[in-house]
């Protein structure tokens, strides 16, 4: 069974830092990922925000540290951590595909979309509702759109999907939009059409999504909206099960409870990214990544 220094559990921005620090550092390192590297991180249309570029999109911004990250550490895309076992002062890590051992173990989780719960997600998923303009957007150019959510990622995604063609109008259930205000201010500059006070009810079609039934909060007047696409954007949930299973501290959103040098309760192991909750930013997450794997090359020494 291989033994390894660090392990990173998830390798989005967060984890592929991690994995970039613990590579300079010297320690041994393994990312490990369900997926392709990148995770959320893939979805976001375009950063304005991460300092050394003006505008940046998520995949080549993912693509640029992965390539980063596998000069000094071995990743395992589509490898899903199936359980996390404590071993006298290792860690033992099973896998879909096999056992490591490992000193230490950064959890870099993230988080996936929050569903919105109505009838018709579930069903009419790929099929006209979407979580990921990004990646679903393209299919949608020329046709009609609900965007869901007040947030960020909502306006952004709007816009992206206005800029790709897409007739889109935001949904929101409030009279406000929670998203920052250069975001709102694109909103309007791009005329994008926002139902305010609105709930989804319900997503109807036969094979492919139809229309969607809106419930104004204000007025109770329900509304059937004809569209070809959903995109769902309002907020996210954290990944955690495999710190619960773990015995991780977590708080009462189900957020990992890290000290400022990302340590859990558990020793040697740490935390970094949309999994620890707070300010869910790329940068955020990335010195988190940072942080974590220098504590854990710090605690190494002391092992
Ligand atoms: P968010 O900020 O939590 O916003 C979620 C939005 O969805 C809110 O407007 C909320 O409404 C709405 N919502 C929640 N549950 C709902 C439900 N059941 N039905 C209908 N609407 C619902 O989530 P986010 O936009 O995904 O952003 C997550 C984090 O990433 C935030 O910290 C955000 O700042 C960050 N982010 C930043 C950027 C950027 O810096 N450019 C881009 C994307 C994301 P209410 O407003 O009524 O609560």
Redesign the pocket.
């Known amino acids: 069974m291989e033994k390894y220094d660090l392990i990173i559990i998830g390798s989005g921005p967060g984890g592929l830092t991690a994995g970039i620090y613990g590579g300079r550092q010297g320690s041994k390192t393994l990312m490990l990922d369900k997926g392709p590297a990148g995770g959320q991180g893939l979805e976001?249309p375009m950063?304005?925000?991460y300092p050394g570029y003006e505008i940046i999109a998520g995949v080549s911004l993912i693509a640029q540290k992965k390539k980063q990250a596998l000069k000094l550490a071995e990743l395992h895309e589509m490898e899903k951590v199936t359980s996390i076992e404590p071993l006298g002062r290792i860690y033992k890590i099973s896998t879909t595909k096999q056992e490591y051992h490992a000193n230490s173990i950064i959890l870099s989780t993230g988080s996936r979309h929050?569903p919105?719960?109505v009838p018709g997600e579930k069903e009419f998923l790929g099929q006209g509702v979407s979580y990921c303009a990004t990646c679903d957007g393209p299919l949608f150019a020329g046709k009609d759109v609900l965007m869901?959510?007040?947030?960020?990622?909502?306006?952004?995604e709007a816009l992206f999907l206005k800029n790709i063609g897409c007739n889109v109008t935001i949904v929101?259930?409030?009279d406000q939009?929670?998203?920052?205000k250069y975001?709102k201010e694109k909103l309007e500059e791009h005329e994008i059409p926002i139902i305010w006070d609105s709930?989804?009810e319900e997503i109807k079609g036969n094979i492919f999504v139809e229309s969607v039934v809106l419930n104004n909060k204000k007025t109770s007047q329900k509304t059937e909206v004809s569209v070809s696409g959903v995109f769902i954007?309002?907020?996210?949930e954290p990944i955690n099960q495999l710190a619960k299973d773990l015995g991780l501290d977590i708080d009462h959103n189900g957020y990992i409870i890290t000290d400022k040098f990302q340590r859990t309760n558990l020793e040697r192991v740490y935390a970094a990214g949309d999994i620890t909750g707070g300010?869910?930013?790329w940068i955020v997450a990335c010195s988190e990544g940072a942080i974590a794997a220098t504590a854990a090359f710090e605690d190494l020494q002391k092992m």
């Open positions: 976001v950063m304005e925000n929050r919105l719960d869901i959510g007040g947030g960020n990622s909502a306006a952004q929101h259930r409030r939009l929670r998203a920052d975001l709930e989804v954007a309002i907020g996210d300010v869910n930013q």
